[in-house]
T-cell receptor
Framework: NAGVTQTPKFQVLKTGQSMTLQCAQD?????MYWYRQDPGMGLRLIYY???????DKGEVPNGYNVSRLNKREFSLRLESAAPSQTSVYFC???????????FGDGTRLSIL | EDKVVQSPLSLVVHEGDTVTLNCSYE??????LLWYKQEKKAPTFLFML????IEKKSGRLSSILDKKELFSILNITATQTGDSAVYLC????????????FGTGTRLKVLA
């Protein structure tokens, strides 16, 4: 009963390095999301994919790219990491817009 | 601009106390409001509210939505140390959109 799986769980990068965060769900959900969570800021939407083959920007997309590889997988890429991108990143999925989101356990990313 | 505001930011109570957490929202063409509990990792879903005045209940937790005054409350009765967590509120704008607007959360600590 895996649900939403994120890898890696922790990562430390140097400024300027690139990194891809992976997310996979096994619930046959159509929609997938990437959020970042910072102290005092709550969860902020980076990108989402309403269905396979589509992606859209959220509230804070700058510095990130995404790929909806197939229905199960949605990856988030940092092309040139910056210290401001130090955060906890959560992936989520939902079957449709009338259902709640299911979250992964998060990736804690530190950029030095 | 769509926004969700939660209060209080943090709360410390003793076991057995009753707590009320608040969530006010301003979203375009409101559709639903969701409550999540976040312990150490992934937020876990508690309630989804779409109709005003109808209480949703699960054990010691209950929630109600007031669409006229644009707020929701989450009540926890007979609190236990296991209720210690961050409680997140999220509002969903109109149908057809897959975005959820999250508040910054209320951090609840229950002392034995």
């Amino acid at each position: 009963n895996a649900g939403v799986t994120q890898t890696p769980k922790f990562q430390v990068l140097k400024t300027g390095q690139s990194m891809t965060l992976q997310c996979a769900q096994d619930m046959n959900h159509n929609s997938m999301y990437w959020y970042r969570q910072d102290p005092g800021m709550g969860l902020r939407l980076i990108y989402y994919s309403a269905s396979e083959g589509t992606t859209d920007k959220g509230e804070v997309p700058n510095g990130y790219n995404v790929s909806r590889l197939n229905k199960r997988e949605f990856s988030l890429r940092l092309e040139s990491a910056a210290p401001s991108q130090t955060s906890v990143y959560f992936c989520a999925s939902t079957g449709d817009s009338s259902q709640p989101q299911h979250f992964g356990d998060g990736t804690r990313l530190s950029i030095l | 601009e769509d926004k969700v505001v939660q209060s209080p930011l943090s709360l410390v109570v003793h076991e057995g106390d009753t707590v009320t957490l608040n969530c006010s929202y301003e979203v375009t063409n409101f559709r639903s409001l969701l409550w999540y509990k976040q312990e150490k990792k992934a937020p876990t879903f508690l309630f989804m509210l779409t109709s005003s005045g109808i209480e949703k209940k699960s054990g010691r937790l209950s929630s109600i939505l007031d669409k006229k005054e644009l707020f929701s409350i989450l009540n926890i009765t007979a609190t236990q140390t296991g209720d210690s967590a961050v409680y997140l509120c999220a509002a969903q704008p109109s149908s057809g959109t897959y975005k959820y607007i999250f508040g910054t959360g209320t951090r609840l600590k229950v002392l034995a």
